[in-house]
């Protein structure tokens, strides 16, 4: 997590010699301010809300239970915070925090041993205040006086409960009291909304406009709260901006107004795609999973019905109901990589949750959709959040649907991934409501709207007459995945798979993600029109939709990187020319950051885009097709590797087979056939593959209690159980591999400062080779989950010596360093694979280059940092025109040495973790570039063995001076080469690449 804070706090200090009556306080660009009045004729409170001189909130009152008047300022404290945090997911991939805080502290005559506290924050987005209660009374919070009194003349787009249509009205004559946020237009051209931040244990406070006034918002409690002092409010929160699209844009106010995450591990977090499963029986939901799997979904949702009636209390949510058996159906959906959700009502939470929370555990539930849930109360409140806290313990997410709407407690328990609380797709609703929720609803963040497809009457014949249906364009619905998010996106709703005829059009939610590494609110007007930009890694997804009137405009791709082209795939809604039954049009074109084009909308139309950076030199690489190829090569090798105690290692080039050729778990090279296939479940989710990977996996464990004979034991340990237990979170796999941490430190050497690569080499005392630095990944694993500091220590102290004794002046490395175990002064520099003591062996160089990226992530020790850089520049300034290093960079047969395919894999995979970490970004791209153009030259024909034999890559040299594996296809090559091909997809996916 990158964070920056510069946090400053004052003294308290007497107020009656150094206040008068007003107190100010500005955001960090100084446009909007605070006022606080604080002398009022029975001691009451009264605030107001400029912007840029402008007035936003007129004079208005302040005040809580028992808090409303004789009130005295007593202290004041100041804090400025200029923060950034990195999310679990969201719109963007990292929030900037920074504001200005100011503390009030008050007193009261009749409550002289009390105090309460008002603090205001001030942001360039507006205003935030709460009150706080200090001491250890018995509170009961019955009403809060604040008001907003907003300038004559405020519109307000008014509705009455979450689900409900906004409308746009005067700030008078309300019949209903007005949901949260309530947006705000004011005559001056500026719009404000108001809401509420971080309501967890409160009751929910809504706005009202008293009978016979106007524009005065009071706010007014569900219910009375009961607590214990010391204790705060939820935040009343002002936005402020200077056009609706701002509003947007700057919704993580909200997020940025509640605690941080609490979740220690949140790996098992995983937003995604999901289709409901619209009857209730095995067969149909197998028939849902495949759907997902052809349709690129992540997941499967059981509704209401599937435990029996849900008003029932006689119905039982730890059984299904006859004709679907819930633990086939999540097994049958886990081999195929998608994960199941279960609708819950509150009747049966409340019941049951202790129970059904390790149950679905066990089962392998990845959530629960909260379903009619008591929202506003007090009770019912507290309740509900704590309720998601406990999911937390049970790695399961959340979805709380019906009036629940969000305060910015995802941030704090992101497994709440998302809630309803929107008039969304089940209402059937019109552009007009379409285009004013991105300005009311969702500043308050995600909504799961449930986006329909196929429910209209001229697709579903069988649909009765006078049935509901979509009133939108096939292009409207599509753009609403873009526009509506929710890191839980519901697609086809009310759909069955076979309503699908593969229109060309679903690529867009085929490709399409649900959080997203930068937003970008381009355009908007509310209940108007709107247009939306989402970014995933190197790709852009943007969706625009108008109300019910067509419109025309054109849009300008200025969001995009001017020093970057893009492909556009553009789809519109094309009429009856189009001969699909959507009459979809799909369009490619080229565009870059100052392109522009004309857009049609038809009434209730839209149109999605999606904008993917085009390819440089190192050409159109595709990752998933290479990773294909890899499944399909594990999948050819298993039906040989019948026994887990024979692990493969090589193919001979001369061998007269296809198959490897095997050696025991002793075998220093055991662990990446394992790795491999932890590495392809990865990807593919087939069960078989983890199956398999378990049983190779299990053979390693005699390792633990073996000899300690070389450092190898990173290789065979960390890259089988390791990726094992980062999947499984199995805790055999840990157990053995902190034992074997232990033993890899008994070759530790105090003096020296590293381990011992060869105990066994006589003729060197204490030898170190560069290949040792992989195996500090282990060392450096077990040293955070539970193994001590003194792993860390060890593995710091071997990369830092390492890197003071094993380079040239060039940057080049030793394959070997011999140390006097008497001084620990290096001895000599030698190779012992490479084919000179003063030649750079091409995987040696490979290993220092990777080596020194995994040491700078596990300690941010910028010199590990500088050496990697300066090792790979020198390993990519030699690379011949292919990108494939011969064995040895001065082998001196060049052109006609064996290349080492093992060397450019390991080469690449550390690549595509080190441009994460360099600046600048010219730099980092042309390491990815770099990492690109070596993959495209190993996935090509002349390096892929396909046909060849079984492995995934040809033409790798092993110990070339023993003329021992020249020209062979080897394991470690293909683990490296399949774990570089994952990388650059999750690059590419807007992930990091680890």
Known sequence: MRILI???????????????QTNKLSSPDGKLRFELHEQQPQGELEYEINYDGLPVILPSPLGISNWEKDMMLEAVADTAVNTVWKTVYGERAEVKDHYNQRTFIFKSNERS?????????????????????????????????????????????????????????????????????????????????????????????????RKGEENIIRCVM?????????????????????????????????????QACEIANTSWIKPGKIMRVTQLNTEFAKKVVDFAVKRRLEYIHFDSGWYGREVEKESDPRKSIANCNMEEIVNYAKSKGIGVWLYVNQRALDEYLDEILPLYQSWGVAGIKFGFVHVGSFRWTTWLHE???????????????????????????????????????????????????????????????TVCYYHRSELKTTLPLNARSLKNTPCHQMALSVINYSPLQYLYWYDMPDDCQDEPELAFFDELYTVWDDTRVLEGSIGEYVSIARRKGDKWFVGSITNNDARKYEFAFDFLDPNKEYELRLFTDGGEKVKTRTHVAIQTKKVTSKSKIKLELLPRGGCAMIVSEMPGKTGNFDPNKALDYCVTQVEKS??????????????????????????????????FWPGILWYTYEYGHDENTRQQAERFSKAL????????????????????????????????????????????????????????????????PHNTIIDNMMNLELLFWAAKNGGGKQLYDIAYRHAEVTRQNHFRNDFSTYHV???????GKKLQGKTHQGYADETMWARGQAWAIYGFTLAYRETKNKAFLETAIKAVDIFLKNLPEDAVPYWDFQAPDIPNAPRDASAAAIVASALLELQQYVKPTKKSTAYKDAAVKILNALSSENYQSRDTNNAFLLHSTGHKPNNSEVDAAIIYADYYYLEALLRLKKIKDGQDSI
């Not at 400053?8 to 150094?18: D, G, M, R, S």
């Not at 039906?639 to 090589?650: A, F, R, S, V, W």
């Open 387 to 449: 309720a998601v806290e406990k999911c937390a313990r049970y790695n399961i997410m959340v979805d709380i649907h019906d009036e629940y709407r969000p305060t910015g407690f995802s941030r704090t328990f992101p497994n709440l991934l998302t809630q309803e609380g929107v008039r969304g797709n089940e209402e059937f609703p019109d552009g007009v409501n379409n285009t004013t929720l991105p300005f009311t609803r969702f500043l308050a963040g995600a909504a799961d709207a």
């Open 817 to 823: 360093v011999v140390y006097d175990t008497i001084t």
């Open 701 to 764: 464990f005699p390792i633990a209690g073996r000899k300690v004979v070389s450092h190898d034991l990173g290789f065979q340990i960390y890259c089988s159980l390791g990726n094992g237990y980062r999947i499984t979170g199995n805790p055999e796999y840990k157990e053995i591999m902190l034992r074997v941490a232990d033993s890899l430190a008994t070759l530790y050497h105090p003096v020296v400062g590293t381990i011992c690569s060869w105990p066994y080499m006589k003729q060197w």
């Open 222 to 258: 569900y219910d009375p709260v009961e607590e214990i002092a010391p204790f705060a409010t939820p935040w009343r929160v002002v936005m402020v901006a200077t056009q609706p699209k701002e509003l947007l844009a700057n919704n993580d106010l909200f997020l940025n107004l509640n």
């Open 113 to 209: 041993s009390n105090r309460l506290q008002v603090i205001v924050r001030a942001y360039n987005e507006g205003i935030a205040f709460r009150y706080k209660y200090i001491g250890n009374n018995y509170l009961r919070i019955t009403a809060e006086k604040t008001a907003f009194c907003v300038p004559e003349n405020t519109y307000c787009w008014h509705a009455p409960f979450a689900q409900a249509i906004h409308t746009k009205m005067p700030v008078k004559d309300w019949k209903e009291e007005a949901e949260r946020p309530l947006t705000l237009q004011l005559a001056n051209g500026l719009y404000a909304a108001l809401g509420e931040a971080a309501m967890v244990n409160y009751s929910r406070t809504k706005f009202y406009v």
């Open 6 to 20: 510069l946090s400053i706090v004052l003294p308290l200090f007497v107020v009656a010699q150094a206040f008068s």
């Open 638 to 671: 298993l039906p040989q590797l019948t026994d887990e105690h024979k692990i493969p290692n090589i193919i001979l080039n001369d061998s007269p087979s296809k198959n490897w050729n095997c050696a025991g778990y002793s075998d220093w090279r055991s662990g």
